[in-house]
Protein backbone atom coordinates (compact mmCIF):
# COMPACT_ATOMS: atom_id res chain seq x y z
CA UNK A 1 0.00 0.00 0.00
CA UNK A 2 1.67 3.82 -0.22
CA UNK A 3 1.20 7.06 1.01
CA UNK A 4 1.72 9.88 0.46
CA UNK A 5 1.20 13.52 2.54
CA UNK A 6 0.73 16.84 0.89
CA UNK A 7 1.11 20.04 3.12
CA UNK A 8 0.08 23.26 1.62
CA UNK A 9 3.33 24.81 2.83
CA UNK A 10 7.06 24.67 1.61
CA UNK A 11 8.95 22.19 3.91
CA UNK A 12 6.09 20.40 5.44
CA UNK A 13 4.15 23.33 7.30
CA UNK A 14 0.53 24.37 7.15
CA UNK A 15 -2.73 22.13 6.55
CA UNK A 16 -2.27 18.62 5.26
CA UNK A 17 -4.24 15.99 3.69
CA UNK A 18 -2.79 12.11 3.96
CA UNK A 19 -3.67 10.19 0.78
CA UNK A 20 -3.56 5.97 0.18
CA UNK A 21 -5.41 5.51 -3.20
CA UNK A 22 -5.94 7.98 -5.97
CA UNK A 23 -7.54 11.45 -5.10
CA UNK A 24 -9.19 13.14 -8.23
CA UNK A 25 -9.40 16.44 -6.80
CA UNK A 26 -7.59 17.79 -3.81
CA UNK A 27 -9.43 21.33 -3.75
CA UNK A 28 -11.81 19.91 -0.75
CA UNK A 29 -8.72 19.67 1.64
CA UNK A 30 -6.29 21.97 0.81
CA UNK A 31 -6.09 25.30 -1.36
CA UNK A 32 -2.47 24.33 -2.87
CA UNK A 33 0.34 21.70 -2.21
CA UNK A 34 3.26 23.46 -1.89
CA UNK A 35 5.20 20.08 -0.52
CA UNK A 36 5.29 16.43 -0.02
CA UNK A 37 6.00 13.74 1.84
CA UNK A 38 6.06 9.99 0.09
CA UNK A 39 6.44 7.54 2.90
CA UNK A 40 5.59 4.19 0.83
CA UNK A 41 4.84 3.46 -2.62
CA UNK A 42 4.82 5.20 -5.75
CA UNK A 43 2.25 8.00 -7.20
CA UNK A 44 1.50 10.04 -10.04
CA UNK A 45 0.87 13.19 -9.61
CA UNK A 46 -1.51 15.67 -11.58
CA UNK A 47 -0.94 19.35 -12.36
CA UNK A 48 -4.67 19.66 -13.06
CA UNK A 49 -8.13 17.53 -11.36
CA UNK A 50 -8.99 14.31 -12.78
CA UNK A 51 -5.33 13.25 -13.30
CA UNK A 52 -4.94 16.21 -16.25
CA UNK A 53 -2.58 17.83 -17.20
CA UNK A 54 1.29 17.78 -16.87
CA UNK A 55 2.27 14.93 -14.60
CA UNK A 56 5.43 13.76 -12.53
CA UNK A 57 6.28 10.60 -10.84
CA UNK A 58 7.09 10.31 -7.13
CA UNK A 59 8.66 7.70 -5.33
CA UNK A 60 9.57 7.41 -1.65
CA UNK A 61 10.83 10.28 -0.12
CA UNK A 62 10.68 14.27 0.77
CA UNK A 63 9.57 17.30 -1.72
CA UNK A 64 9.94 19.95 0.97
CA UNK A 65 9.58 22.46 -2.38
CA UNK A 66 7.38 22.04 -5.33
CA UNK A 67 9.15 25.18 -7.00
CA UNK A 68 12.90 23.05 -6.54
CA UNK A 69 10.99 20.29 -7.68
CA UNK A 70 10.99 22.06 -11.17
CA UNK A 71 15.04 21.14 -11.64
CA UNK A 72 14.10 17.66 -11.24
CA UNK A 73 12.17 17.84 -14.20
CA UNK A 74 8.45 18.82 -12.95
CA UNK A 75 7.11 21.41 -15.20
CA UNK A 76 4.08 22.61 -12.60
CA UNK A 77 4.48 24.12 -9.65
CA UNK A 78 1.03 23.11 -7.82
CA UNK A 79 -0.73 19.28 -7.65
CA UNK A 80 -4.51 19.28 -7.86
CA UNK A 81 -4.74 15.32 -8.04
CA UNK A 82 -2.77 11.51 -7.60
CA UNK A 83 -2.97 8.18 -8.55
CA UNK A 84 -1.41 5.51 -6.37
CA UNK A 85 0.60 3.35 -8.54
CA UNK A 86 0.05 -0.36 -7.70
CA UNK A 87 3.07 -2.70 -6.94
CA UNK A 88 3.71 -4.88 -10.01
CA UNK A 89 5.59 -8.49 -9.46
CA UNK A 90 5.25 -10.07 -12.92
CA UNK A 91 6.23 -9.59 -16.38
CA UNK A 92 5.93 -6.59 -18.55
CA UNK A 93 5.09 -6.54 -21.63
CA UNK A 94 4.61 -3.29 -24.31
CA UNK A 95 3.55 -2.82 -28.50
CA UNK A 96 4.70 0.65 -29.25
CA UNK A 97 3.47 1.44 -32.77
CA UNK A 98 4.51 3.92 -35.13
CA UNK A 99 1.38 5.54 -36.16
CA UNK A 100 -1.66 6.10 -34.53
CA UNK A 101 -4.25 3.17 -33.77
CA UNK A 102 -1.46 0.92 -33.54
CA UNK A 103 -0.23 1.16 -37.50
CA UNK A 104 3.20 1.31 -38.78
CA UNK A 105 6.29 -0.33 -37.47
CA UNK A 106 5.81 -2.42 -34.23
CA UNK A 107 7.94 -2.93 -31.29
CA UNK A 108 7.56 -5.31 -28.69
CA UNK A 109 9.04 -4.32 -25.42
CA UNK A 110 9.88 -6.16 -22.28
CA UNK A 111 12.03 -3.68 -20.61
CA UNK A 112 13.13 -0.15 -20.21
CA UNK A 113 14.29 1.70 -23.51
CA UNK A 114 15.80 4.78 -23.43
CA UNK A 115 15.82 5.49 -27.00
CA UNK A 116 13.45 4.12 -29.31
CA UNK A 117 15.42 6.09 -32.49
CA UNK A 118 18.48 4.54 -31.38
CA UNK A 119 16.96 0.69 -30.43
CA UNK A 120 14.67 0.23 -33.34
CA UNK A 121 15.22 3.18 -35.69
CA UNK A 122 11.85 4.30 -34.67
CA UNK A 123 11.31 7.88 -35.12
CA UNK A 124 8.05 8.32 -34.20
CA UNK A 125 5.71 6.22 -31.42
CA UNK A 126 2.00 7.04 -31.63
CA UNK A 127 0.31 4.01 -30.20
CA UNK A 128 0.75 1.72 -27.59
CA UNK A 129 -0.81 -1.07 -25.91
CA UNK A 130 0.40 -1.85 -22.31
CA UNK A 131 -0.34 -5.48 -21.64
CA UNK A 132 1.83 -6.51 -18.66
CA UNK A 133 3.16 -3.78 -16.20
CA UNK A 134 3.13 -0.35 -15.37
CA UNK A 135 5.20 2.10 -17.34
CA UNK A 136 6.58 6.02 -17.82
CA UNK A 137 6.80 7.46 -21.06
CA UNK A 138 8.91 10.13 -21.66
CA UNK A 139 8.69 12.50 -24.57
CA UNK A 140 12.15 12.97 -25.11
CA UNK A 141 15.19 10.10 -25.03
CA UNK A 142 17.30 8.97 -21.84
CA UNK A 143 14.00 9.61 -19.67
CA UNK A 144 13.46 13.39 -20.48
CA UNK A 145 11.34 15.64 -20.47
CA UNK A 146 7.11 15.08 -19.71
CA UNK A 147 5.90 11.66 -18.74
CA UNK A 148 3.30 9.87 -19.21
CA UNK A 149 2.03 6.64 -16.63
CA UNK A 150 0.97 4.18 -18.45
CA UNK A 151 -1.16 0.92 -16.75
CA UNK A 152 -1.90 -1.87 -19.22
CA UNK A 153 -4.94 -0.71 -21.16
CA UNK A 154 -4.81 -0.37 -24.99
CA UNK A 155 -3.61 3.80 -26.38
CA UNK A 156 -4.67 4.57 -29.83
CA UNK A 157 -4.03 8.22 -30.17
CA UNK A 158 -1.12 10.25 -28.19
CA UNK A 159 -2.26 13.46 -29.95
CA UNK A 160 -5.86 12.95 -28.27
CA UNK A 161 -4.15 12.20 -25.03
CA UNK A 162 -2.08 15.33 -24.97
CA UNK A 163 -5.14 17.87 -25.13
CA UNK A 164 -5.32 17.04 -21.54
CA UNK A 165 -1.78 17.13 -20.65
CA UNK A 166 -1.46 20.89 -20.66
CA UNK A 167 1.66 22.76 -22.68
CA UNK A 168 1.71 19.86 -25.05
CA UNK A 169 0.45 21.01 -28.63
CA UNK A 170 -1.79 18.35 -29.85
CA UNK A 171 0.66 18.02 -33.04
CA UNK A 172 3.88 17.24 -30.59
CA UNK A 173 2.28 14.31 -28.44
CA UNK A 174 5.15 11.96 -28.88
CA UNK A 175 7.40 9.26 -27.23
CA UNK A 176 10.66 8.38 -27.23
CA UNK A 177 11.77 6.50 -24.51
CA UNK A 178 9.63 4.01 -21.98
CA UNK A 179 11.01 2.93 -18.22
CA UNK A 180 8.86 0.08 -16.01
CA UNK A 181 7.67 0.91 -13.06
CA UNK A 182 9.19 -1.80 -10.98
CA UNK A 183 11.62 -1.56 -8.06
CA UNK A 184 11.32 1.75 -7.79
CA UNK A 185 8.47 1.89 -5.46
CA UNK A 186 9.73 -0.60 -2.81
Same mark, same amino acid.
Given at each position: @????????????????????? %????????????? !???????????? /?? *???????????????? %???? $??? $????? +? *?????? @?????????????? /??? *??????? /??? +? %??? !????????? +?????????????? &????? &????????????????? /????????????? $?????????? +????
Amino acid at each position: @MGKIIFYEERNFQGRNYECMS %DCPDMSPYMSRCQ !SCRVESGCFMVY /ER *NNFMGQQFFMRRGEYP %DMMR $MMS $MGMMF +D *NIRSCR @MIPQHRGSFKMRIY /ERE *NFGGQMH /EMM +D %DCD !SIQDRFRMS +DCQSCNVMDGHWLM &YEQPH &YRGRMMYMRPGEYRNFR /EMGMGMGGMSQGS $MRFMSMKRIN +DMCN
